[in-house]
Structure formats: C-alpha cells, structure tokens
C-alpha cells in the first residue's frame, strides 16, 4: 500500500516511521524544511499530565509516555542518530502546605493509575540539584522524560532512510491514500484550531544527568549534549511569528532566579515559532470527511513529541488496517462537529 505523509514534523515523521516499519510504501513531502513549525524548537518535554480526574486523554499520554523509550531505541538502531531520549524524572516544587496535600493525594492516584510503571512521589531536594521551594518539598516523578526536538526529527529521517524513505520536497495534494501532518496551517484549513507563539531559549549548563524542573509554569530540561532548555511562553497576540522579544527575557531571569545554577549560564540560542493548537487543545486524528483515502493528523501544541509514539499507532493502524482505535478527545469528527 502507498501512503503519501504530508508534513515533516514530529507527528507526520513518527507515522510515516510507523507505517514503514510494517511494510507500507511511504512517501513524506514536506513544503519547507524538516521541523520547519514548533518541532524545530528547543524543549523536548516529555511530561505527564497529573494523576488525577482521569480521562481518555491522560490514559493515551501515559500509554505513550511509556511507550517511548522502545520507540526511540528502535528509531535510534535503525538510523543511527540519537534523539536524545531519557527518562530521568521531573522535579516540582512545592510553594505552600496545600500543594503539599494536594502532592500527596496525587501520589496516591499515581500508585493507582500509572500501573506501578512510574511513581509521583512527595520528597526533599534532589541531590545537586539547586531548585528554589518555600517549602522545602518537591514533587518527583519518575514518568518524566526529555528528547531533544531537533535530533529526534533527524532520527527519525535517518531511521526512514535506511527504509528507503526520503522527505521530498513540495506541497501538492498527491493521488492515492494521504495522511495530512501539516501543522498550524492544516488546523486553519480544516478550522478547527490555529497558532500559539511559543519563545524559547537554550544555555550552555551541563545538566545532563538531572531530572527536569518545572517551576512556575516553566519547563527546564537538560539535555545530553550539555544544553539546558527554558520555556516557554504562550502567546495568543503577536506581530511577528518567529522574532523573540522582551517576553522571553523575562523568562530567562525568572529561571535564573529560580534555579540558581544557571544564573551564569550563557544563553546560546533564543527561539520562537508556532505551536498547532486544535479547538479541542488535544492532538486530532481521524479520516477527512468528503476526501477518500485523506485523513488527518494534527495538533500537537504542547505535547506533540510526548504523543508521537502512541499517535504514531493509533494513525499506522486507521490508515493502514482500517482500524479506528482513536478515543473520544482525539477524535477529528468530534472537533468537526464542534467547531460546524
């Protein structure tokens, strides 16, 4: 079967991998550049939702968190290139006594709905970690991981590679069985969803082997070629798409503030772009209503790297199989039929 994937972001690139690894003709046509939109960034949190309200959506994420590192050691052996994964956890301080007890609470979900696979867990400081807490209390879990946005998508066009899977360039609807991976414009297409900037910035601070830290609403993820990662902001208003700004200073003197280790770090790259928001704030797959054989695979927004793998899947099996696995929340008529 020949399955054409439009779009060369994390999304488009971990299906075509999917489908190419069970045997499918593959071609991957992306209009600008591999990681041209927020897979080109500079975060690479892989972080869960929290253990509690459980949903359709928090049970695909985890299953996908846990499915990541097969995912990325298979991508890795094929092509080559490391992505960058490893699970190390997550640090989250804890500001008062009722974060504290909502914590705990938590970790009692966790035992419950993370399947003993990864734990949520209420503890002093970690060691060699510096991460400012009025209480003295964090939040470590043990689900957490981090990948690096640029080298997973070089991975994963390496690993295509060695199955004979080039990224062309281009952008005309071909014939035959289409899977649309195409980012923010895809969702204005379709309408139902658009853009939020993000910025971003990189420092050179050897923390490869700590957990990252969210604090404040801040990701801080080290990563393994001695960088550490901050951001990032959500912008609904913006002039310029792709220009950083004052906004992301401040972001950077707040992580400084806050994780005194990197106080003299130097910033080596700052970055912004666009995030793919759908109207239901949660990836969409599904066929593409009136256009045979189309189907559509979009929005990753903040989680697009962390879903890859199961959304991977979940796409290789209604693409390839016919089989409609996709739960409510992810569902493409359902976010139609909202926003019609």
């Known amino acids: 079967m020949q399955i054409t994937v439009m779009g060369a972001g994390i999304l488009g690139l971990s299906a075509a991998w999917e489908m190419a690894r069970r045997g499918a003709r593959v071609r991957v046509v992306e209009a600008v550049r591999v990681g041209a939109g927020s897979s080109g960034g500079l975060v690479g949190a892989l972080a869960p939702h929290v253990p509690e309200q459980w949903n359709a959506k928090k049970a695909v994420q985890l299953d996908s968190l846990l499915m990541a590192e097969g995912f990325w050691r298979a991508v890795a052996l094929a092509g080559g290139v490391d992505p960058g994964y490893a699970r190390l956890g997550r640090v989250q301080p804890l500001t008062d006594e009722a974060a504290v007890a909502l914590a705990r609470v938590r970790a009692e979900s966790a035992r419950d709905l993370w399947q003993g696979r990864a734990e949520w867990r209420v503890s002093g400081p970690v ?17 957490s991981a981090r990948v690096s946005p640029r080298r997973a998508c070089d991975a994963l066009v390496a690993a295509l590679a060695a199955r004979g899977v080039m990224v062309e360039r281009g952008d005309e609807a071909p014939e035959g069985r289409v899977l649309w991976a195409t980012g923010v414009q895809g969702l204005l297409d379709l309408g139902i969803g658009g853009p939020l900037k993000g910025q971003a910035a990189l420092l050179a601070a050897d923390w490869r082997a700590a957990p990252q830290v969210f604090v404040e609403g801040l990701h801080v993820v080290p990563h393994a070629d001695g960088t550490v990662a901050v951001g990032s902001t959500s912008e609904r208003g913006f002039d310029d798409p792709v220009a950083t700004d004052g906004q992301l200073e401040s972001l950077i003197e ?16 700052r970055w912004a772009g666009l995030r793919p928001r759908s109207a239901n704030r949660a ?43 996709v739960p409510p929340g992810f569902r493409l008529d359902e976010v139609l039929g909202k926003v019609g």
């Open 283 to 325: 990836p969409v797959l599904g066929a593409w209503p009136g256009r045979p054989g189309w189907f559509v695979l979009n929005g990753g927004f903040k989680i697009g790297f962390g879903m890859a793998p199961k959304l991977a899947q979940m796409a290789a099996d209604l693409v390839l199989e016919g089989e409609d696995s």
């Open 254 to 269: 707040r992580v400084r503030a806050l994780c005194p280790d990197l106080a003299d770090a130097p910033v080596i790259e």
């Open 127 to 143: 060691p060699g970690l510096r991460v400012a807490s009025a209480t003295g209390l964090y939040v470590h879990d043990t689900l």
